[in-house]
């Protein structure tokens, strides 16, 4: 077997764009769709989860991370989740790159909101909130000020506000204390929390903004409440991993609030042409599902630039 080259960020994150990610989305978008299956296995609080995609003619990665929460206390020097990405040629089957796989889902899940944003957001918006104070929160305040380099003002606002003030010191933006005028202000919202239950009211939002939705991944988690999804229009980066699995839209869906027409297109309409925002008034609003064939694109990325730089 060919020597297959590790990534790591050390390697390459220094070179990576938010640009250059969402291209490399918009790319993946216009091919085939994707095949994607996941394994998951559990024991006792630990977990394992496999996700694959394949893209014929494009490329097969297959993404495996470990959900070790005692980490944090029996093994304190090693964090809770770690991960590898692994890419293989569609033609032969043969592995082309081993890949840090915080590094891929660092670069993806931002990648995947601003895309969203991209497609459906004013491109004169001005004022960003994000909600949370992770590191999920700290990509997305570089990955917004590249794509939309007009914006005027960012804040952020934390159910903790210590933690939002330290983010806010980090990265030269504006802590904000209160959250209906934090939402109340914004021309997009990005929520990256851990909230279970929904907390992102429907009144809050402007006319002609936007709502990126990113915390929600499991079908018991929202931020969202029915009446913020009752004023916009719908959007999702894939129907097949964004509408039932996730409780964001799924518990609405069972609960017949909406039904799935009311989804309006995800990446393939979007980055093929189709319309999204049709007006400057619409409110739109994005569920940022985050499928296996979006690390597999972002991975293709992270490996060309990778033989780029080494190869000068």
Same mark, same amino acid.
């Given at each position: 077997?060919?020597?297959?080259?590790?990534?790591?960020?050390?390697?390459?994150?220094?070179?990576?764009?938010?640009?250059?990610?969402?291209?490399?989305? /918009?790319?993946?978008?216009?091919?085939?769709?994707?095949?994607?299956?996941?394994?998951?296995?559990?024991?006792?609080?630990?977990?394992?989860?496999?996700?694959?995609?394949?893209?014929?003619?494009?490329?097969?990665?297959?993404?495996?991370?470990?959900?070790?929460?005692?980490?944090?206390?029996?093994?304190?020097?090693?964090?809770?989740?770690?991960?590898?990405?692994?890419?293989?040629?569609?033609?032969?089957?043969?592995?082309?790159?081993?890949?840090?796989?915080?590094?891929?889902?660092?670069?993806?899940?931002?990648?995947?909101?601003?895309?969203?944003?991209?497609?459906?957001?004013?491109?004169?918006?001005?004022?960003?909130?994000?909600?949370?104070?992770?590191?999920?929160?700290?990509?997305?305040?570089?990955?917004?000020?590249?794509?939309?380099?007009?914006?005027?003002?960012?804040?952020?606002?934390?159910?903790?506000?210590?933690?939002?003030?330290?983010?806010?010191?980090?990265?030269? /933006?504006?802590?904000?204390?209160?959250?209906?005028?934090?939402?109340?202000?914004?021309?997009?919202?990005?929520?990256?929390?851990?909230?279970?239950?929904?907390?992102?009211?429907?009144?809050?939002?402007?006319?002609?903004?936007?709502?990126?939705?990113?915390?929600?991944?499991? =079908?018991?988690?929202?931020?969202?409440?029915?009446?913020?999804?009752?004023?916009?229009?719908?959007? /999702?980066?894939?129907?097949?991993?964004?509408?039932?699995?996730?409780?964001?839209?799924?518990? =609405?869906?069972?609960?017949?609030?909406?039904?799935?027409?009311?989804?309006?297109?995800?990446?393939?309409?979007?980055?093929?042409?189709?319309?999204?925002?049709?007006?400057?008034?619409?409110?739109?609003?994005?569920?940022?599902?985050?499928?296996?064939?979006?690390?597999?694109?972002?991975?293709?990325?992270?490996?060309?630039?990778?033989?780029?730089?080494?190869?000068?």
């Amino acid at each position: 077997m060919q020597n297959v080259p590790f990534i790591s960020a050390k390697h390459i994150e220094p070179f990576l764009t938010w640009s250059g990610v969402t291209e490399a989305l /918009v790319d993946a978008h216009k091919k085939g769709k994707a095949e994607i299956s996941d394994i998951l296995f559990k024991n006792e609080t630990a977990s394992v989860l496999t996700r694959a995609a394949w893209i014929k003619n494009h490329g097969i990665a297959v993404k495996t991370a470990t959900i070790f929460p005692d980490n944090a206390s029996n093994h304190p020097h090693l964090p809770t989740v770690q991960s590898l990405v692994t890419l293989f040629d569609d033609q032969s089957g043969s592995p082309q790159a081993v890949i840090d796989g915080d590094l891929v889902t660092k670069w993806k899940t931002a990648g995947d909101s601003v895309l969203g944003a991209k497609l459906l957001a004013r491109p004169d918006s001005r004022i960003l909130t994000i909600l949370g104070a992770g590191k999920v929160a700290q990509s997305l305040i570089d990955a917004y000020r590249e794509i939309f380099p007009d914006l005027d003002t960012i804040y952020v606002w934390n159910h903790r506000f210590e933690k939002a003030a330290q983010i806010a010191s980090d990265k030269n /933006v504006t802590p904000i204390r209160n959250l209906t005028e934090a939402i109340e202000r914004a021309d997009i919202v990005s929520a990256a929390t851990t909230a279970t239950e929904p907390f992102i009211e429907g009144k809050w939002l402007k006319q002609g903004c936007h709502l990126d939705l990113i915390g929600a991944f499991r =079908p018991d988690m929202r931020e969202a409440h029915d009446s913020a999804l009752l004023r916009g229009n719908i959007f /999702v980066d894939s129907y097949k991993t964004a509408l039932h699995d996730i409780g964001e839209l799924g518990i =609405p869906l069972a609960n017949k609030v909406i039904s799935e027409q009311d989804v309006i297109d995800d990446f393939y309409g979007l980055c093929s042409g189709n319309m999204g925002r049709k007006n400057d008034s619409e409110i739109t609003i994005f569920k940022n599902g985050g499928g296996a064939h979006l690390d597999l694109a972002v991975a293709l990325y992270i490996k060309k630039l990778f033989e780029i730089v080494n190869s000068s």
